[in-house]
């Protein structure tokens, strides 16, 4: 039977909520990461996403709507 890997939980940045991939934001250089956040957002296109507009998104990512 195989042995499924417990899948790592994804932090996101408390500044930008941009899910970060390390251990400090890409954006800000920021090491201020939260394991607590709802809402996956992928950001494409964001000059022309209301939702990237919303929230001063201006880099394209993976980012989370809420962070605690
Ligand atoms: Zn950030």
Not at 7 to 26: F, I, N, S, T, Y
Not at 41 to 63: C, F, N, Q, W
């Amino acid at each position: 039977m195989a042995v499924r890997k417990a899948k790592k939980q994804l932090r996101v940045c408390r500044e930008c909520h941009r899910v970060v991939d390390g251990e400090a934001c890409v954006i800000c250089g920021t090491s201020n990461l939260s394991e607590d956040w709802a809402g996956y957002l992928v950001i494409i296109d964001p000059e022309h996403s209301e939702i990237a507009k919303k929230m001063k998104i201006t880099m394209a990512g993976r980012y989370a709507l809420k962070v605690r």
